[in-house]
T-cell receptor
Framework: GENVEQHPSTLSVQEGDSAVIKCTYSDSASNYFPWYKQELGKRPQLIIDIRSNVGEKKDQRIAVTLNKTAKHFSLHITETQPEDSAVYFC???????????FGKGNQVVVIP | EPEVTQTPSHQVTQMGQEVILRCVPISNHLYFYWYRQILGQKVEFLVS????????KSEIFDDQFSVERPDGSNFTLKIRSTKLEDSAMYFC??????????????FGSGTRLTVV
């Protein structure tokens, strides 16, 4: 299978707090896991990605962790700011052509 | 920074009409994709294209859809006879490589298709 499940569907956090979004995937051959941020009416923007040979990757306030055994990966946003409010999609690569299977998205609301 | 460009940004069409959505992938990329996103829903894979042919397609990509790379730069999605349920944002994407090498996976800004 190629399901990508994303939890929770909506997350509200106070400005300055951390936000964590989790995704699970079912295809054991998946080896590329990007996270996208999408603002209303705009395209998904890649914010961070991780490959299967790495367990964790960090870029300033954003980090992604991957557990291949458990088939889940998580997005961590620290010191959240109002401009972090958006829909976040996780994805996992499927097949030899690296097409992406997306999760359903997570609406993150940062409360000032 | 290299971009994937899509035209038009918004297309309104009558049900039953044909539409062609255009994309210019990043020049050194080898894999091209079309995805769609119905309003408020997740992004869904339609088709991947490599070496001038379709390499994979989803169940959504039925006989009314086709893709073409007519020259060295454009990558088009044609919908032959549009239906109301084809209304969605269509995203083109490209990447440098296949399995284990999805470098530079980049989405275009999308074409919003409205079928009336």
């Amino acid at each position: 299978g190629e399901n990508v499940e994303q939890h929770p569907s909506t997350l509200s956090v106070q400005e300055g707090d951390s936000a964590v979004i989790k995704c699970t995937y079912s295809d054991s051959a998946s080896n590329y896991f990007p996270w996208y941020k999408q603002e209303l009416g705009k395209r998904p923007q890649l914010i961070i990605d991780i490959r299967s040979n790495v367990g964790e990757k960090k870029d300033q306030r954003i980090a992604v962790t991957l557990n291949k055994t458990a088939k889940h990966f998580s997005l961590h946003i620290t010191e959240t700011q109002p401009e972090d409010s958006a829909v976040y999609f996780c994805a996992a690569s499927i097949g030899g052509n690296n097409r992406l299977a997306f999760g359903k998205g997570n609406q993150v609301v940062v409360i000032p | 920074e290299p971009e994937v460009t899509q035209t038009p940004s918004h297309q309104v069409t009558q049900m039953g009409q044909e539409v062609i959505l255009r994309c210019v992938p990043i020049s050194n990329h080898l894999y091209f994709y079309w995805y769609r996103q119905i309003l408020g829903q997740k992004v869904e894979f339609l088709v991947s294209f490599y070496n001038n042919e379709i390499s994979e397609k989803s169940e959504i990509f039925d006989d009314q859809f086709s893709v073409e790379r007519p020259d060295g730069s454009n990558f088009t999605l044609k919908i032959r006879s549009t239906k109301l349920e084809d209304s969605a944002m269509y995203f083109c994407a490209s990447s440098e490589g296949g399995r284990g090498n999805a470098y530079g996976y980049t989405f275009g800004s999308g074409t919003r298709l409205t079928v009336v």
